[in-house]
């Protein structure tokens, strides 16, 4: 193997990533990524790029319709052949990485990882998804969010980080969630909230709609609800918790936010990645398994 890692598809945050990677000494080949302020050297074929590299990292969302997630769509990566290409020799990194491949993974005696299982990634993933939330907010609004009323539907990882962002800003915050503990520990940091059962009656109050639920929790009885004044930013895993397409024909601006990270802090999400696939493969090299 020639190669120490090799970066295939994903966003600016991969950009990074490899260069970072490139900047400590390794060796790093591409395929697939994007070239913008890339310094390393782009594979020309896919099948040569993975039988070449002892490390494999991926996108944050590392697959959909069975092929590696990639800006390209005249480079077809196939997880398939990825598959196929891979001995027990090598390691895979990835986001969101699907359960069936890491069962094919497991049968091939492949060591899988997946960022978005790691605490200390997925924590600092959801400080860059609330900060992204945010811009796609201003963006949106003609309001300052100071003072604005916003309703935080759930109160998961993202949630929590998002809600504490927002009041941070003199936002008036409210917290929408099913579970007693999750709304008991929002009011100890000073939010109001709410139960699901309350949201068609309270949701026409609301400036910003943030969601964070990732099945559709805003359908058409509960958009009805909805000022035409407000705006609902969607930053649940696809295809999000709102139905779209009825929210345009009630002219409700609403838009699902994918990826925001790779948009809005790709250094600094591309860094940290890089940084904790250095902390793994350095353990496995030293023989330390956490």
Known sequence: MIYDFAVIG??????????????????????ATKKDGLECKEGKNFETVISESRNIIGPIVFSKNEEITSSYKNKKMP???????????????????????????EQKEIEAFDFMKMDDVAIYNAI???EGAIMEAIKMQPINLHKSRCLVLGYGRCAKVLAAKLKGMDAQVTVCARNKTARSLAKSFGLEVI???????????????????????????????????????????????????????????AKLCQSLPGIYSPKSSGMMLAKKVLEISGEIKHGIKK
């Not at 990074?16 to 080949?29: G, T």
């Not at 891979?86 to 993974?105: D, H, R, V």
């Not at 099945?215 to 696809?238: G, H, V, W």
């Open 195 to 253: 139960d699901f059962t309350d949201l068609k009656r309270r949701i026409c109050q609301y400036d910003y709609i943030f969601n964070t639920v990732p099945k559709q929790i805003l359908k058409e009885d509960i958009l009805r609800k909805i000022s035409k004044e407000s705006c609902i930013i969607d930053i649940a895993s696809y295809p999000g918790g709102t139905n779209h397409k009825t929210a345009e024909k009630l002219g409700i601006c």
């Open 10 to 31: 994903g966003d600016m945050r991969q950009v990074y990533l490899a260069n970072y990677l490139k900047n400590q000494r390794y060796q790093v080949i591409t395929y």
């Open 128 to 130: 860059a998804t609330a």
């Open 79 to 105: 997880v398939e052949t990825l598959l196929q290409k891979m001995t027990k020799e090598q390691i895979l990194f990835g986001g969101c990485i699907s359960e069936e491949i890491q069962n094919e993974c």
